[in-house]
């Protein structure tokens, strides 16, 4: 009798583990599940607005809190609407449409207080009913808004041969640094005092190596913005200096802040037609001071490490963006600034993107960018926008300590010792710049 209860006891046993182990399992899986559910990660606290309210572009980014190039619709956001249509026209995937026929989708949006009109691109005037809920926008960004769909301009000013010669003395391309400056009609002191500094077209020699290059520099403008009132006709001035210097380059369209995009449009359109044999090309304000010298140095260095590189792996392009990179920021929400961008407008982070006042970067890349610059919607801030025409490349801007979009310190900026190691400071008005331009060319020997 002992002996068969004890038998049916291990039997019992044998047969209750595998439930009692179901069950732990189930326990477990259930916690897990609740766990995880329950879980809320930790608020990302956003160390980085986009210019316009910090001075400190070395300050901590937050990690993005959303990617940049989202396929998804971000309602109630312009630009990102408009740039999900441009996607699905381009891209065969995000068509849905089974024919395989190309149909264009159609870009404007509905509203429901009622729209605003398209501007016709070369009269400025409305000329269809376009559905842009922008009722609440400033009138700078509804202005933006009327006529970014605008990409040609006509050329007013040109400069046909500032690039003709093929090569130089010494077989090098001819220039090796085209400079880009954009400027304004009224900017007379800042191109002049950047034609006297380091904006010198011609050789110019390097700081260390002394082997240099040649450069070439022109001026991008509009035309003169009448919406913010009166101004005093300048034009036959403009047509003077341009005579004398022949450096001008201006479009038919309103030199605005919001516009300062088209002037990389533009521009690299006329590279394209009128100066395809520079090597880099520096594109900057008319209120930087540049240290041409050291920035040829430099420039020689990455060409000869592309040399090096086209030896081993048949690379033909050089794909070189350089500036003071912004990783990381948002939009700056403060209607008080005019870097404003309405979340209306834009809703997402930024991709990374060179800041304001100079960046440099390869005619390769320049030709690239205008391609690609094909496939992404106007953005109001230029600075951003080359960051989302290299992002749509596959390609992120390089940094380089040497371009101060932010300034020196305060207490370095009169010591002409502490920008030896600058390639780019900003800003500087035209005194200042004709007085560190001197200062830097009667260095102290302790330097």
Same mark, same amino acid.
């Given at each position: 009798m002992g002996k068969c209860c004890k038998c049916n006891g291990r039997l019992l046993c044998m047969c209750l583990l595998p439930c009692m182990m179901t069950c732990h399992l189930l326990i477990y899986i259930m916690v897990t599940i609740f766990v995880t559910i329950s879980y809320a990660p930790p608020k990302i606290t956003i160390h980085y607005i986009a210019p316009g309210i910090s001075a400190n572009s070395g300050a901590l980014a937050s990690h993005p809190l959303s990617p940049f190039w989202n396929l998804h619709l971000q309602n109630g956001a312009l630009w990102n609407q408009l740039q999900h249509s441009l996607d699905r026209q381009h891209n065969p995937i995000l068509r849905g449409n089974a024919t395989g026929t190309q149909r264009k989708p159609k870009a404007k949006l509905s509203s429901q207080t009622g729209g605003e009109c398209l501007s016709d691109c070369t009269s400025q005037k409305c000329s269809e009913a376009g559905q842009y809920d922008v009722n609440n926008m400033p009138e700078q960004m509804k202005a933006f808004v009327r006529s970014m769909h605008c990409r040609s301009y006509p050329i007013l000013i040109n400069q046909p041969t500032t690039c003709k010669r093929n090569t130089t003395k010494s077989g090098a391309a001819y220039p090796m640094l085209l400079m880009a400056i954009k400027s304004q009609v009224g900017n007379f002191e800042n191109r002049q005092a950047i034609r006297e500094t380091w904006g010198r077209s011609g050789l110019v020699k390097g700081e260390s190596y002394k082997k240099g290059g040649f450069v070439r520099t022109v001026f991008l403008l509009g035309r003169q913005d009448s919406?913010?009132?009166?101004?005093?006709?300048?034009?036959?001035?403009?047509?003077?200096?341009?005579?004398?210097?022949?450096?001008?380059?201006?479009?038919?369209? &309103?030199?605005?802040?919001? +516009?300062? #995009?088209?002037? %990389? =449009?533009?521009?690299?359109?006329?590279?394209?037609?009128?100066? /395809?044999?520079?090597?880099?090309?520096f594109k900057g304000d008319?209120?930087?001071?540049?240290?041409?010298?050291?920035?040829?140095?430099?420039?020689?260095?990455?060409?000869?490490?592309?040399?090096? &590189?086209?030896?081993?792996? +048949?690379? #033909?392009?050089? %794909? =070189?963006?350089?500036?003071?990179?912004?990783?990381?920021?948002? /939009?700056?929400r403060n209607p008080s600034t005019k870097y404003y961008i309405p979340e209306t407008f834009y809703k997402g982070s930024y991709p990374a993107y060179a800041g304001g006042g100079g960046v440099v970067y390869s005619l390769s890349l320049a030709l690239r960018l205008k391609e690609v610059s094909k496939r992404v919607r106007l953005f109001p801030i230029d600075d951003v926008y080359l960051g989302m025409c290299l992002q749509?490349?596959?390609?992120?801007?390089?940094?380089?300590?040497?371009?101060?979009?932010?300034?020196?310190?305060?207490?370095?900026?009169?010591?002409?010792?502490?920008?030896?190691?600058?390639?780019?400071?900003?800003?500087?008005?035209?005194?200042?710049?004709?007085?560190?331009?001197?200062?830097?060319?009667?260095?102290?020997?302790?330097?």
């Amino acid at each position: 009798m002992g002996k068969c209860c004890k038998c049916n006891g291990r039997l019992l046993c044998m047969c209750l583990l595998p439930c009692m182990m179901t069950c732990h399992l189930l326990i477990y899986i259930m916690v897990t599940i609740f766990v995880t559910i329950s879980y809320a990660p930790p608020k990302i606290t956003i160390h980085y607005i986009a210019p316009g309210i910090s001075a400190n572009s070395g300050a901590l980014a937050s990690h993005p809190l959303s990617p940049f190039w989202n396929l998804h619709l971000q309602n109630g956001a312009l630009w990102n609407q408009l740039q999900h249509s441009l996607d699905r026209q381009h891209n065969p995937i995000l068509r849905g449409n089974a024919t395989g026929t190309q149909r264009k989708p159609k870009a404007k949006l509905s509203s429901q207080t009622g729209g605003e009109c398209l501007s016709d691109c070369t009269s400025q005037k409305c000329s269809e009913a376009g559905q842009y809920d922008v009722n609440n926008m400033p009138e700078q960004m509804k202005a933006f808004v009327r006529s970014m769909h605008c990409r040609s301009y006509p050329i007013l000013i040109n400069q046909p041969t500032t690039c003709k010669r093929n090569t130089t003395k010494s077989g090098a391309a001819y220039p090796m640094l085209l400079m880009a400056i954009k400027s304004q009609v009224g900017n007379f002191e800042n191109r002049q005092a950047i034609r006297e500094t380091w904006g010198r077209s011609g050789l110019v020699k390097g700081e260390s190596y002394k082997k240099g290059g040649f450069v070439r520099t022109v001026f991008l403008l509009g035309r003169q913005d009448s919406s913010t009132g009166p101004h005093p006709d300048l034009k036959n001035f403009l047509e003077l200096e341009n005579q004398k210097y022949g450096d001008i380059l201006q479009w038919d369209f &309103r030199d605005t802040f919001y +516009n300062l #995009t088209l002037k %990389d =449009l533009l521009f690299w359109h006329w590279l394209q037609h009128y100066c /395809p044999t520079a090597v880099f090309i520096f594109k900057g304000d008319d209120d930087v001071f540049v240290r041409t010298g050291a920035l040829l140095d430099y420039l020689h260095k990455q060409w000869q490490e592309h040399k090096l &590189r086209r030896a081993l792996t +048949n690379e #033909t392009h050089i %794909d =070189l963006f350089v500036g003071d990179v912004i990783s990381n920021a948002m /939009p700056n929400r403060n209607p008080s600034t005019k870097y404003y961008i309405p979340e209306t407008f834009y809703k997402g982070s930024y991709p990374a993107y060179a800041g304001g006042g100079g960046v440099v970067y390869s005619l390769s890349l320049a030709l690239r960018l205008k391609e690609v610059s094909k496939r992404v919607r106007l953005f109001p801030i230029d600075d951003v926008y080359l960051g989302m025409c290299l992002q749509r490349l596959g390609l992120s801007p390089s940094h380089h300590p040497g371009f101060l979009t932010f300034d020196l310190p305060e207490t370095d900026r009169g010591n002409p010792c502490a920008h030896k190691s600058v390639l780019l400071v900003h800003r500087r008005s035209p005194k200042e710049m004709l007085a560190l331009w001197h200062k830097l060319h009667n260095l102290p020997a302790h330097c």
